[in-house]
C-alpha cells in the first residue's frame, strides 16, 4: 500500500512539472509545487517547531543540488564523508554553525539529502519522516530522543551522525544499503545491523564503550576502518579487504591477527596500553605507519616490512629505535615528543631520505651521521646546542633548526649539496666570517636571533 501511494504521488509530481513547462512556471514556482505535495514535507512540518531552528526545503534540479561527493582523501582523513546541499547561494551541512536544517528533495517530492547542522533539534519523528534520503549529516544538534533509527531506511549509503545530544543506540537499515558510515558519539551504547550492511567500505567511529562493533567480524568489503574499541570482540584481522586502519585502544585479541590483512597500505596506532600488543605481528604490505600515545612495554616490532616507506612516532614511552629494524624501502621518519637521550639506533635506518625530530628536549643527534642518503632535516623546536653533524652529510638539501639552542654555526664542507637553512629563533650572537663563507650559496633565515638584529637594515637584506 506505501509503495503504491508513493508510485501515486511520483506520477502527480511529475506531472505537475510537466504542467509547471507547459504553463511556463518559473522554476521556483514550479520547487514550491514539488514542496507543498510532499509527503516528506508535510510529515516534517506537521512535528516542527520555530524553536527547532530555521527549516528549508529545496528541490534537485530547480532550486538546490548536492555538491560533489567528497573525496576518497577526505574520507580516510575522517574529514567527510557525505555531500553538502546547496541552496539559495549557501551550503549546508559542510562547517556550518546556524540553527540550520535543510532537506533537498528529489522532483518525484522524496528525500534525498538532509543535514542537520549546529544548535538545531530534531526527534525521532523527523527521522522517520525523511526514511528515503539517500545521504544523511547529523551534527551538533539536539536530539529529542535516545536512538536514532534507520531501520526503515531503504536507499541511505552515506550517514554522519556527530556529537548530537543524548543518542545511546544507532540502528541501521535493514536493507543493508550502507556504504559509508562516521559516528562520532562518544555517549553511544550500542549501534545495530552493522552486519547487514554488506556493500561498507567506510566505517569511523569514536564510540568506544558502544556495543555491535563484532558484527563487522569478517566483513569483506570493508577498506576504510577508523575505530576507538573498549573490551569489544572485534576481530580487525577478519577484515582482510582492509587497505587503511586507524585503531585506537586496542586489546591484543582485537589485532592478534593484523597480519592476515595483506591488503593493508595505511597503519594509525594509537592508545595502547596492554602489553601484551608488543607481540603483534604486522603485515607485510604496510606503507606508512604512524603510532601515537602508546604505553610503555606496548610498543610493537616494526621489523622486515619490505615495502614501509613512512614511519611517524609521537609520544612512545618506549626507544622506539630498538623496535626497528630490516625497512630496506623507508625513506621518512618523524619522531616527536620523545624522551630519547641520543638517536643510536637511527644508522638500522640507512635508507632514510626524510628526518623530523621535534619537541624531543636535549636529544644528541650526532648518529645521523649514519644516514648518508638524508636530504631533509627537520630538528625545530628541541633544546640543541649541537648540530655540527649536518656538515658530514653529504646529500644534506634542506635544514630548518629553529626554536632551539645553537650559538654556533657548523662550517660546511666543500662539495656540499645545502641549499636551504633555517636556524631562525636561536641564541646565535656572532658568526665566524669563515664559517659564514661556506653558506655563502645557501638560503639562510636568521629571524629572531641576536645575530641578526644586530645588522643594519641593509645587510638584513643582502643576508
Partial sequence: MIQRIKTIFATLSIGLVLAGQALALTVQQQAEAIIQASPVVQKIQQNFKPEYGN???????LTGKLSKLPSLESERKRSAITPSI????????ATGSLSRIAVLLDQQGQALNVAVEQYATISAKFI?????????HLRDARYLDSSID???????????????????QVILPQSGSVEKINIHQTELRHISNLGLQKNLDVFISTAENARGFDELNGNQSLEYLSIELSKSDLDIGSLTNLEKLWVTGPDYKNIKNIDKLGKLKNLIMEDFTDKKLSGVILPKSIETISIYNIAKGSLPQIRSLSSLKRLAFKSIEDNM??????LPSLQELLITYSNLPTLAGIEKLPSIKDLTVKESGTIDISAIEALRHLENLMISHNYLDDISVIAKLPQLVYVRASYNQLKVLPKLRPGNHLKSFDFSDNPI???DPE????????????LNTPFYKSLTRKQQLYF
Fill in 55 to 61: 527549516l528549508s526545503f529545496f528541490v534537485e534540479g
Fill in 86 to 93: 546547496i541552496g539559495d547561494d549557501e551550503q549546508y551541512g
Fill in 128 to 136: 522517520s519522516a525523511i526514511s528515503d534520503a539517500k545521504y544523511l
Fill in 150 to 168: 534507520l531501520s526503515a531506511f531503504s536507499n541511505l549509503e552515506r550517514v554522519t551522525i556527530a556529537f548530537l545530544d543524548n543518542v545511546q
Fill in 321 to 326: 629505535l630498538k623496535n626497528v629494524e630490516d
Fill in 429 to 431: 650572537e656572532t658568526i
Fill in 435 to 446: 664559517v659564514l663563507k661556506t653558506y655563502s650559496k645557501v638560503r639562510k633565515n636568521a
